[in-house]
């Protein structure tokens, strides 16, 4: 068996196809000069106000012809009058929702749960799920990977592991106050289902963390390829975010500080040297989402510190 391939000895070029007119054959020169995408912290504001019903949609800044907030996640509310009703995850993988105001009901197939205000639910995308408001409405914040199927093309078939899962409000506090308790002041919840004990993810794709950050802690300064989208659940007057290209002893070189509202959306770009910190007396609370599972599996997600964790 050869494993040797003489193109110089190749025959005629076969009557045209369909398929080989598609075919293009670029140098070196064409491939390396074609335009590379601007960097997210380049196009992108490193915060915005979560829409009180809509998309939060940079599709444009961005050059994509679907919404996106950044390019591989799209965030967004959903607000329902009494009885409404509305789609959830479409054209996605998969979706992390958190119940903002008001209760209702979401179904996915032959499943049903009741929501209120601080559950939150991992939804499989593309399976019909939907979610209907009760009679003083609904209103959730949502993240998925709608930008990512899109581009790829992909139909996306449920299996274990991407499955509903309901993270209701109460046992979030019990987990949060469990944590104050054990005198961990800078984490929170990290959500993941019994498909995924492994990973450690919400979805496939999609990391969440229910992160809080007790008065003085902070994140401390760290990056990682994956983006991230961050809302404020809880904030306070000196609670904030550093960003910054370069290190210097371990400090960012002239950051751009985001100071956090309550209801504020912050893009996180990929590797991108970044800091949470709670210089007030108060806690602060977020959801925090990555795109990680593909980083995780691809062995990519290039998590680094700063300085070393004490």
């Not at 399976?127 to 009679?135: E, L, N, T």
């Amino acid at each position: 068996m050869s494993h040797a391939i003489a193109y110089r000895n190749a025959g005629p070029v076969p009557a045209a196809t369909p398929a080989a007119a598609r075919a293009l054959y670029l140098s070196e020169r064409d491939f390396m000069g074609a335009a590379l995408p601007t960097p997210i912290e380049k196009v992108l504001p490193a915060a915005a106000m979560a829409p009180q019903d809509g998309p939060l949609d940079f599709s444009a800044q961005l050059g994509l012809p679907y919404p996106a907030t950044l390019p591989a996640l799209l965030a967004g509310t959903h607000a329902l009058r009494a009885q409404g009703a509305t789609p959830v995850g479409e054209a996605a993988g998969g979706v992390i929702v958190l119940i903002l105001e008001g209760s209702g009901t979401f179904t996915v197939g032959a499943e049903t749960v009741t929501v209120g205000a601080g559950d939150i639910l991992a939804v499989p995308g593309s399976v019909g799920a939907g979610a209907q408001a009760g009679s003083n409405g609904l209103r959730f914040y949502y993240v998925d990977d709608s930008p990512l199927t899109r581009y790829m093309g992909w139909q996306v078939q449920p299996t274990e592991r991407i499955v509903f899962t309901h993270w209701p409000a109460a046992l979030l506090a019990q987990k949060l106050a469990d944590t104050a308790a054990e005198g961990i002041t800078a984490s929170g919840v990290f959500l993941a289902h019994q498909g995924l004990k492994a990973e450690k993810l919400a979805t496939p794709n999609l990391f969440a963390h229910l992160n809080r950050l007790a008065p003085g802690a902070a994140n401390t300064v760290h990056g990682h390829a994956s983006a991230a989208i961050t809302y404020v659940i809880e904030s306070n007057d000196a609670s904030y975010s550093l960003l910054g290209e370069t290190l210097q002893d371990g400090a960012i070189v002239d950051p751009l500080r985001v100071d956090w509202r309550p209801g504020q959306v912050s893009l996180t770009p990929p590797n991108l040297w970044h800091g949470h910190f709670n210089d007030g007396k108060t806690d602060i609370l977020t959801l925090v989402v990555q795109l990680s599972g593909l980083y995780y599996n691809d062995r990519t997600m290039n998590f680094r510190f700063a300085r070393p964790p004490v």
